[in-house]
């Protein structure tokens, strides 16, 4: 309970402001709120889902626009025009995400910068919307027939949507669907081998954002009583970036933070600098360069996580008690062991005149691990990518469970039972090693981002949790659970990677070098765990440069060189093979 107390005191204060606070002062706490939900949307698009945008004043301007045509021209309700502004801000997002969001790097802030302008222009050039002028006369917003004309009621309205922004997404990301939207920032290529479609949940996030910074536009727009361009201008879509990156963008209430401490003391410095050097202009914005700089060295990020290490802290683990009694989510059908599980027939792939996979033939079978090693530039990595849906083989067959796979994507296998692990680990280091590994769950559970908003996927969740919780105990690490993933050491992080990939039930493990970088005693710890799953009736294929794991562990051992497979056979025969040997030792003693 003591961990809520800082949040009763802030509704506290936001109850009773209207009773202390008169004139520009309330003005100003109705305008930090409505930058609070503006900068919301960029917590989830940039802070979750690492996607930065310069542009979301332009979704501000819609929204607000929206509002103040539809009810000077035509006429429409109020309440209306705010489904308009919404439809308009969604078209506007879905077009401009499917658009700008398959773009990586520094291309995609360039082009939010590109929008940004491009939609402040016409609001400014456009003769229907009032050019530079922009429109006045907005009538009044009334609800229940209760005329919205003071700074306080409005006070109440932008706080409670701030409230309920924070509610609903906190809600979301503590989900299945927040699970994934979190994986964006793991990379493409994790987030689609755990089933996540990194397309989709781009666009809702952009969409979320959008439709938040339209909701700010239209409130303003009533608040008002007329908008013009100036506040929907690029400036003021950096600003919003600003207050979430000095609050703390990776979290809500660091948007929170960060608007209250960027927008409040920019209007103090506004107001009183002036005076205090004797001149006019607006110096404020030197002083605060400045101060970004420091804040960005010192606090890259951001001032909530020093802010909450004062905090009380929760005592218990979130979901400890909550989800003991729910059962874990029913498991697929196994095949029986011995059971043909992958099947590789003249698998080639070229890189332009280099061919880095030729012809390569194999089968993997339930209940056996089969090892794939050779020296480096062997082509095991381009391989294991085709195997798993990364890249395309050039020609050949793969099936999986007795079904062409060469031509799926990673979610399509991933769908299918096929679950792998990274050479250079990928977990969400700040997520927790519980989150981590019930994101390996993902395919299995239903619920849309809607559900999981108003926690109407309770019971899923549970169960989910359930089973995380379950793999992590094959793995032997249980009571890391709620740990940061990347507090542990790199050893029990890809212990995480295999309870990740065990979370999604599947018939095959892939595990690209597993052993890499671990000490003796992890490895041999990681040899029992494979060992276990085995007998469990899994098929291990796993790519390794470590010989003696390998000898000790596999079952079956296929060796490459220069794209060829050299050799396949069981670990004693391939110790003695001649061209291993050649391969490994250029051919001098034993491969292993
Ligand atoms: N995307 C690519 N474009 C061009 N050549 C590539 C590409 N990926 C791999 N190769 C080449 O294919 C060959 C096989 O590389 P690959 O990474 O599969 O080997 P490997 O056996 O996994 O090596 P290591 O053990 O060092 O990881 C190498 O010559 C490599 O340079």
Same mark, same amino acid.
Request: proline residues 5%.
């Given at each position: 309970m003591l961990y809520r107390l800082p949040l009763i005191a802030f509704i506290l204060a936001l109850c009773i402001a209207p009773f202390m606070l008169h004139g520009y002062p309330m003005l100003m706490l109705n305008y930090v709120g409505l930058s609070v939900i503006v900068v919301l949307g960029l917590v989830l698009l940039?802070?979750?889902?690492g996607l930065t945008s310069f542009g979301q004043a332009a979704f501000v301007g819609m929204g607000a626009y929206a509002a103040a045509w539809l009810t000077t021209t035509q006429d429409w309700n109020p309440w209306l025009t705010l489904l308009a502004g919404l439809l308009l801000t969604t078209v506007a997002a879905v077009v401009l995400g499917w658009v700008t969001l398959r773009m990586s790097g520094h291309y995609l802030p360039l082009s939010t910068l590109a929008w940004g302008i491009a939609i402040y222009l016409t609001f400014g050039n456009s003769q229907t919307l009032g050019g530079q002028t922009g429109i006045t006369g907005i009538p009044p917003l009334s609800l229940f027939g209760w005329q919205l004309t003071e700074s306080w009621q409005f006070h109440i309205l932008i706080w409670a949507v701030v409230l309920s922004i924070i509610w609903t997404v906190h809600n979301m990301l503590d989900s299945r669907e927040g699970r994934a939207m979190r994986a964006l920032k793991g990379g493409t290529l994790m987030a689609e081998a755990m089933g996540v479609n990194t397309t989709r949940f781009k666009i809702i996030l952009f969409v979320l954002a959008a439709q938040y910074a339209c909701v700010a536009g239209w409130i303003y727009a009533y608040m008002q009583r007329f908008v013009n361009p100036t506040p929907f201008s690029l400036g003021q879509g950096i600003e919003y970036l600003f207050m979430g990156v000095v609050g703390g963008i990776a979290e809500l209430w660091g948007g929170v933070v960060g608007s209250f401490l960027y927008a409040l003391p920019r209007e103090w410095l506004h107001s009183h600098l002036p005076s205090l050097l004797g001149r006019s202009g607006s110096f404020e914005g030197i002083i605060f360069g400045v101060l970004m700089i420091i804040i960005l060295q010192r606090a890259p990020e951001g001032l909530w996580p020093h802010l909450h290490r004062l905090w009380p802290r929760r005592v218990s683990a979130p979901d400890a008690l909550s989800n003991a009694a729910a059962a874990p989510l029913d498991s697929r059908l196994r095949p029986a062991r011995g059971e043909l599980i992958l099947q590789l027939n003249a698998v080639t792939k070229r890189f332009g005149g280099l061919v *880095?996979?030729? *012809?390569i033939s194999f089968e993997v079978r339930a209940g056996e691990v089969l090892a794939l090693i050779g020296p480096n530039g062997a082509g095991k990595s381009t391989l294991f990518n085709c195997i798993s849906a990364v890249s395309p083989p050039s020609s050949g067959s793969i099936r999986f469970l007795g079904k062409p796979v060469e031509r799926c994507d990673s979610r399509k296998v991933a769908r299918m039972g096929m679950s792998r692990t990274f050479q250079h680990v990928r977990l969400l280091?700040?997520?927790s090693v519980l989150d981590n590994v019930a994101l390996g769950a993902h395919l299995r559970g239903r619920h849309s981002f809607v559900a999981s908003a108003w926690r109407l996927d309770r019971a899923q969740e549970q169960r989910i949790l359930a089973t995380a919780r379950d793999a992590l105990e094959r793995c032997g690490l249980c009571e890391k659970a709620h740990l940061p993933a990347g507090s542990l050491p790199l050893g029990q992080q890809r212990v995480v990677e295999i309870a990740r990939a065990l979370a999604a039930d599947p018939s095959l493990l892939l595990l690209d070098?597993?052993? *890499?970088?671990?000490r003796y005693l992890e490895k041999r710890e990681l040899g029992i765990l494979l060992g276990r799953l085995r007998k469990e009736g899994l098929a291990i294929l796993l790519v390794e440069h470590d010989l003696d794991f390998v000898m000790e562990l596999a079952d079956r051992v296929v060796v490459m060189d220069f794209g060829e497979k050299i050799a396949e056979g069981l670990p004693q025969e391939i110790r003695r093979h001649p061209a291993v040997i050649e391969a490994y030792l250029g051919g001098v003693g034993d491969a292993a």
């Amino acid at each position: 309970m003591l961990y809520r107390l800082p949040l009763i005191a802030f509704i506290l204060a936001l109850c009773i402001a209207p009773f202390m606070l008169h004139g520009y002062p309330m003005l100003m706490l109705n305008y930090v709120g409505l930058s609070v939900i503006v900068v919301l949307g960029l917590v989830l698009l940039t802070g979750v889902g690492g996607l930065t945008s310069f542009g979301q004043a332009a979704f501000v301007g819609m929204g607000a626009y929206a509002a103040a045509w539809l009810t000077t021209t035509q006429d429409w309700n109020p309440w209306l025009t705010l489904l308009a502004g919404l439809l308009l801000t969604t078209v506007a997002a879905v077009v401009l995400g499917w658009v700008t969001l398959r773009m990586s790097g520094h291309y995609l802030p360039l082009s939010t910068l590109a929008w940004g302008i491009a939609i402040y222009l016409t609001f400014g050039n456009s003769q229907t919307l009032g050019g530079q002028t922009g429109i006045t006369g907005i009538p009044p917003l009334s609800l229940f027939g209760w005329q919205l004309t003071e700074s306080w009621q409005f006070h109440i309205l932008i706080w409670a949507v701030v409230l309920s922004i924070i509610w609903t997404v906190h809600n979301m990301l503590d989900s299945r669907e927040g699970r994934a939207m979190r994986a964006l920032k793991g990379g493409t290529l994790m987030a689609e081998a755990m089933g996540v479609n990194t397309t989709r949940f781009k666009i809702i996030l952009f969409v979320l954002a959008a439709q938040y910074a339209c909701v700010a536009g239209w409130i303003y727009a009533y608040m008002q009583r007329f908008v013009n361009p100036t506040p929907f201008s690029l400036g003021q879509g950096i600003e919003y970036l600003f207050m979430g990156v000095v609050g703390g963008i990776a979290e809500l209430w660091g948007g929170v933070v960060g608007s209250f401490l960027y927008a409040l003391p920019r209007e103090w410095l506004h107001s009183h600098l002036p005076s205090l050097l004797g001149r006019s202009g607006s110096f404020e914005g030197i002083i605060f360069g400045v101060l970004m700089i420091i804040i960005l060295q010192r606090a890259p990020e951001g001032l909530w996580p020093h802010l909450h290490r004062l905090w009380p802290r929760r005592v218990s683990a979130p979901d400890a008690l909550s989800n003991a009694a729910a059962a874990p989510l029913d498991s697929r059908l196994r095949p029986a062991r011995g059971e043909l599980i992958l099947q590789l027939n003249a698998v080639t792939k070229r890189f332009g005149g280099l061919v *880095a996979n030729n *012809a390569i033939s194999f089968e993997v079978r339930a209940g056996e691990v089969l090892a794939l090693i050779g020296p480096n530039g062997a082509g095991k990595s381009t391989l294991f990518n085709c195997i798993s849906a990364v890249s395309p083989p050039s020609s050949g067959s793969i099936r999986f469970l007795g079904k062409p796979v060469e031509r799926c994507d990673s979610r399509k296998v991933a769908r299918m039972g096929m679950s792998r692990t990274f050479q250079h680990v990928r977990l969400l280091p700040r997520m927790s090693v519980l989150d981590n590994v019930a994101l390996g769950a993902h395919l299995r559970g239903r619920h849309s981002f809607v559900a999981s908003a108003w926690r109407l996927d309770r019971a899923q969740e549970q169960r989910i949790l359930a089973t995380a919780r379950d793999a992590l105990e094959r793995c032997g690490l249980c009571e890391k659970a709620h740990l940061p993933a990347g507090s542990l050491p790199l050893g029990q992080q890809r212990v995480v990677e295999i309870a990740r990939a065990l979370a999604a039930d599947p018939s095959l493990l892939l595990l690209d070098e597993p052993a *890499a970088g671990l000490r003796y005693l992890e490895k041999r710890e990681l040899g029992i765990l494979l060992g276990r799953l085995r007998k469990e009736g899994l098929a291990i294929l796993l790519v390794e440069h470590d010989l003696d794991f390998v000898m000790e562990l596999a079952d079956r051992v296929v060796v490459m060189d220069f794209g060829e497979k050299i050799a396949e056979g069981l670990p004693q025969e391939i110790r003695r093979h001649p061209a291993v040997i050649e391969a490994y030792l250029g051919g001098v003693g034993d491969a292993a």
